[in-house]
């Protein structure tokens, strides 16, 4: 073993080690994001100058390449559906069961009816009739 690497401080030599697995591990990162990127999405167009500065330029040069040298995908455009399909429908359908017509529509697209409690029956709850009172 080198000599000079055993004389250093404990604490030092830790510091040595933890720094030299950090660089290691970004040259790594770096060298196979460069290997699996399409060439147009490089900075300057070329990989051979990219792992020559990773290479070469130690911590700094993997930093720079994750920092600088990626360029972001071309975003894709994708178009909303304007109405859920029928595959949709009937997935919903197998989950919860066929829907109820809507009264006064006119089929699955129309308008839902008014939301809120069902209407209150006024003869069940009137408080001065008597239940024996058959009305």
């Known amino acids: ?9 404990g604490p030092l030599l ?7 697995v950090v ?3 970004l040259d790594v990162i770096a060298l196979v994001d460069l290997v699996r990127r399409p060439v147009d999405r490089v900075a300057l167009g070329n990989k051979w100058v990219w792992v020559a500065i990773i ?3 130690n911590m700094l040069g993997a930093i720079l390449y994750l920092l600088v040298g990626r360029r972001p995908a071309p975003a894709a455009e994708v178009a909303a ?5 029928p595959r949709a429908g009937s997935v919903a359908d197998s989950l919860y069961g066929p829907r109820p017509p809507v ?3 006119s089929g699955a697209g129309a308008a839902p009816g ?3 409690p069902p ?3 006024e003869q069940a709850t009137d408080p001065g009739r008597d239940e024996a009172d058959p009305r």
């Not at 073993?1 to 401080?9: D, H, K, R, V, Y």
């Open 81 to 85: 559906p304007a109405q859920l399909g």
């Open 114 to 116: 008014p939301v809120g």
């Open 14 to 20: 830790v510091v040595v080690i933890v720094l030299g």
């Open 103 to 105: 009264p006064g529509g």
């Open 119 to 121: 209407p209150v029956d």
């Open 23 to 25: 660089q290691l591990t």
């Open 1 to 9: 073993m080198n000599t000079q690497l055993t004389s250093l401080p």
């Open 55 to 57: 290479l070469l330029v």
